[in-house]
């Protein structure tokens, strides 16, 4: 079981009701506001698809998702969806004689994998988006917009959420600072990443960490990403690599960074190639997907995903995950979380 955090002095602000209510009303808001800052259109996201395509993610490239066969399909198998990064692109390749250049999907997934705690569940409902970029919007200050305009609609809604649900004021920082992960490693070169994270966002309130997969000076990555969705191997400016990233904020409650989304710029067809070489996984140039793109029978785009759970869990001021979702969790952990009133739904 992963360390569970328990608040000093905890306070719990809302019911289980007023919760759920507060719940419905950030989520509806949010995606609306989302969608208009980003210009995207909704579409219905799917729950399974055919594994052995390339078409789920397997995020930091070692999780395993939740796979059966199907008796109707002559027992082919499943998986259920750990995100949708690269089905949104294949969705995008479909809709292209629509004319639409951006869209966004209710993605509900799971995630077997993740060792549960105050942040981490089995279940992931985010907002997963996609657009379409031309080969020229193909760098940072692509990126560093399309950050700042999502930063925009997270820090408009807590205004809302305060003003409507708390009662309390904001916390969130007007301005999102970016900092390369290279650039982070040798300001606290002694520090694990998971070190620096907590410091950079403790001294800024929200940050965006530029270049998330590609080795750093010291030999590893600041985190790891699967090869074929984020670019993150790409040349930039002063030496760095890599057109993707992750938004943290701090969470006063935990007192801890706290990743709201992981986006980037989606690889094309030379950083595809480049990526497969350097993880070892070029034998996936033959899968679905990854032919498709290759053949260059899909869009360049950029994209992300984004914490439904998380931010409710942000604005609410809650300190377990639990509290924003229903999931399953050991018994350990509810009977500790219950006894300080920390209200697992």
Excluded at 193 to 202: F, H, Q
Excluded at 286 to 298: A, G, P, R, T, V
Excluded at 307 to 333: F, N, T
């Amino acid at each position: 079981m992963e360390k569970l955090i328990i608040p000093k002095n905890y306070q719990n602000l809302l019911s289980r009701e007023a919760t759920e209510a507060a719940i419905k009303f950030i989520k509806d808001e949010f995606q609306n506001t989302l969608a208009s800052k980003l210009g995207l259109k909704r579409v219905t996201a799917p729950m399974l698809v055919v594994g052995g395509t390339g078409i789920n993610d397997d995020l930091n490239g070692v999780e395993k998702p939740v796979s059966f066969p199907v008796y109707s399909l002559d027992n082919t198998k499943v998986e259920v969806v750990q995100s949708l990064a690269k089905w949104k692109r294949l969705k995008l390749a479909q809709l292209n004689g629509e004319r639409l250049r951006g869209i966004y999907a209710d993605m509900n997934a799971l995630r077997p994998d993740e060792e549960l705690g105050n942040i981490h569940s089995v279940y992931v409902d985010q907002w997963d988006w996609e657009k379409v970029v031309t080969a020229g919007e193909r760098n940072l200050d692509t990126l560093k917009e399309t950050v700042e305009k999502i930063y925009e609609a997270i820090r408009f809604i807590e205004e809302d959420v305060n003003w409507q649900i708390t009662g309390l004021e904001p916390f969130l920082p007007k301005d999102i600072k970016f900092i390369h992960a290279e650039e982070l490693r040798q300001k606290y070169p002694e520090k694990s990443p998971g070190e620096r994270e907590n410091l950079i966002t403790k001294e800024h309130g929200a940050v965006f960490i530029i270049g998330i997969g590609h080795k750093l000076g010291d030999g590893q990555p600041h985190d790891g990403r699967a090869p074929d969705y984020d670019d993150w191997s790409s040349p930039t400016e002063n030496g760095n690599r890599g057109l993707n990233g992750d938004i943290l904020v701090w969470n006063p409650v935990l007192e801890q960074a706290f990743e709201i989304s992981s986006m980037g710029i989606r690889v094309d067809k030379e950083a595809l190639l480049k990526q497969l070489e350097i993880t070892g996984t070029e034998d996936r140039k033959e899968l679905y997907f990854h032919s498709k793109l290759l053949n260059d029978e899909m869009p360049l785009t950029m994209g992300g995903g984004i914490g439904q759970s998380r931010l409710c869990m942000l604005y609410l001021r809650k300190a377990h995950i639990g509290e924003v979702q229903a999931c399953v969790w050991p018994d350990e952990m509810r009977e500790k979380c219950e006894k300080n009133n920390i209200k697992l739904l």
